[in-house]
């Protein structure tokens, strides 16, 4: 490597190799500085507010992970959507014809799990 790039791309390397210390600090001076005051009631489960009753450890349906993988699909489409909406006017046929394929694909999916059953909630 020569010099010019080891210059270009130092501080990518200086970035990468403090990175971990960014998210590690905060951890670790809370350890050290924070209270350390443990008893019964900071040890309890909290689930919203409301007094665990039974065992916390219980089986959710499949169907509510399926709901939240159709939410992040959909969700994920309108991050695309955006801004292709905000410069339209810019955008050439051949990327009109993109979009058009995108938003196809989404429906069929859509069109799919929803004949098989998955969106019904009971």
Do not use: H
Not at 43 to 55: F, K, L, N, S
Not at 111 to 120: C, F, H, S, T
């Amino acid at each position: 490597m020569t010099n010019e790039v080891l210059q270009n791309w130092q501080f990518i390397f200086i970035f990468v190799a403090l990175s971990p210390i960014f998210p590690a600090a905060p951890v670790i001076l809370n350890r050290l500085l924070g209270p350390q005051k443990p008893n019964a009631i900071k040890q309890q489960t909290y689930e919203c507010g409301i007094e665990t009753v039974g065992d916390t450890w219980i089986q959710f349906k499949v169907q509510y992970y399926i709901y939240a993988l159709i939410f992040v699909v959909f969700d994920i489409e309108a991050v695309f959507l955006f801004p292709i909406a905000a410069a339209w006017g810019l955008l050439g046929l051949f990327a009109v014809f993109e979009v058009a394929l995108f938003i196809i694909i989404l429906a069929v999916g859509l069109y799919y799990a929803w004949n098989r059953g998955a969106l019904e909630w009971f």
